[in-house]
């Protein structure tokens, strides 16, 4: 079916921090920085549908952006596919010894959401998702001897880990508060459903973007209209966005990232099954099982905890944004340098340089093993320092321990080092 109508003037979004490991930096250095980045920035990720292109009524991509925006889907429930392929190398140790160290940070729990995280960066995984309203969301991450469930009833967020048998709690400051601004989506803590993913990346949306609307899809059943969203300027690792928008209710369905370098998409996550009844209440009710080892997280005691309140896990911040220019100052000093899609996140993480192997500073052969598979020494007006690179993401790391991080190409990174000197 030939691609309808375009539509290029769509409005900008307002902008989000971007950056994941901005307070574990100085911790964990390059991980977070890298690793940690590329778990976040899979908000701004899709690819296609299934075959047969369903005959619908044309559209405007401006049309079709106002229609995911209206969306008002209170119940829903389901099963999703999302496929993550950075290009990152086997994280072996060192990705279960970084979800130790999230875990640890927040009490030990492995069923506290941020040790989970780093699971979607890699692989294949299938989630369950089931949600009623704002106040009650459910997502599973389903493995094959085990289930990793994340609930959110209420004041009450669960999260359960079925392997360890250890449970993790907390409460938000009101009802609703977990999911606050939202409908029909999964708790937060982990990205879950197409319109997680949709939703970051329709706020790169601006002047520096085309949009369009090309053709139709079948996608869980469900007939869709397919979304483009393409970069206009260069010097981007993002090739294109591909959001398959159910016809009827507005909501994603699917949701895939191709990068400029050509080749399997980054990020496919879609909806294989999904149903718009109102789910049994069953399915967010939970009672800590028999022996398990229950954690409670520091908002249920008043306490800061972003994860439990419902905002971007502490680790792994929301992706940055585009269409912002100049600059974006976080508790950290964080700041954003560059428009749309090259925009790059900046901050000191008030180290010297990077741990090296032959100087025995990681302690961690992993560590070293995964800093050196990814790192590329490079120098210019700045200094020297190290960029570590992903399909999507990449970063470079000063000697005096400055991160420029963002999705751009190497040499972007470098030519934003040397004008910041």
């Known amino acids: 079916m030939a691609p309808y109508e375009s539509d290029d003037s769509a409005r ?77 190398p086997d994280l072996g140790g060192l990705e279960s010894g970084l979800m130790s160290g999230a875990a640890g940070s927040h009490g030990g729990s492995s069923a506290d959401p941020q040790s989970k995280i780093l699971e979607l960066a890699s692989g294949t995984h299938t989630l369950r998702v089931a949600a009623d309203g704002p106040d009650k969301a459910k997502v599973s991450l389903l493995d094959k001897a085990a289930e990793y469930s994340v609930i959110h009833n209420g004041k009450d967020v669960w999260g359960y880990d079925s392997k360890s048998n250890e449970v993790y709690h907390a409460t938000s400051a009101e009802s609703g ?172 993480t008030g180290g010297k340089g990077m741990p090296s192997g032959a100087s025995g500073k990681t302690g961690n052969s992993n560590v070293d093993g995964f800093l050196n598979s990814l790192g590329d020494h490079v120098k210019g007006t700045f200094g020297s320092g190290t960029v570590f690179s992903t399909r999507l993401v990449n970063a470079l790391i000063t000697d005096d321990g400055k991160v420029y991080a963002g999705a751009v190409t190497k040499a972007a990174l470098v030519k934003a080092a040397n004008a910041a000197q």
């Open 177 to 348: 508060r977990a999911d606050e601004g939202t409908k029909g989506k999964a708790p937060s803590d982990v990205p879950a459903t197409p319109k997680d993913f949709a939703d970051e990346a329709l706020k790169s949306v601006d002047d520096t973007t085309s949009v369009t609307v090309d053709g139709t899809a079948h996608v869980a059943g469900r007939d869709a209209y397919k979304l483009v969203i393409k970069p206009r300027q260069s010097g981007t690792t993002v090739g294109a966005i591909s959001i398959a928008v159910d016809a009827k209710t507005g909501l994603p369905l699917k949701f895939t990232l191709t990068p400029a370098s050509g080749g399997a998409a980054v990020v496919d996550a879609g909806f294989t099954q999904v149903d718009f009844s109102r789910p049994a209440a069953s399915t967010f009710a939970f009672t800590p099982p028999k022996g398990a080892k229950v954690t409670e997280g520091d908002a249920s005691k008043g306490g800061e905890s972003k994860d439990a309140k419902g905002g971007a896990p502490n680790g792994v911040e929301k992706a940055l944004p585009k269409g912002h220019e100049g600059t974006a100052k976080g508790p950290d000093g964080l700041k954003t340098i560059g428009k749309g899609w090259n925009s790059i996140a900046v901050f000191n």
């Open 12 to 88: 900008a979004a307002e902008a989000d921090d971007m950056l994941a490991g901005r307070r574990k930096a100085a911790r964990y250095v390059v991980p977070v920085a890298v690793v940690g980045v590329a778990a976040a920035t899979i908000g701004l990720v899709p690819a296609l549908a299934d075959s047969g292109d369903p005959n619908l009524p044309k559209i405007t991509a401006q049309q079709l952006i106002e229609k995911i925006a209206k969306s008002d889907v209170q119940q829903l429930s389901g099963t999703v596919k999302i496929s993550t392929d950075l290009g990152l």
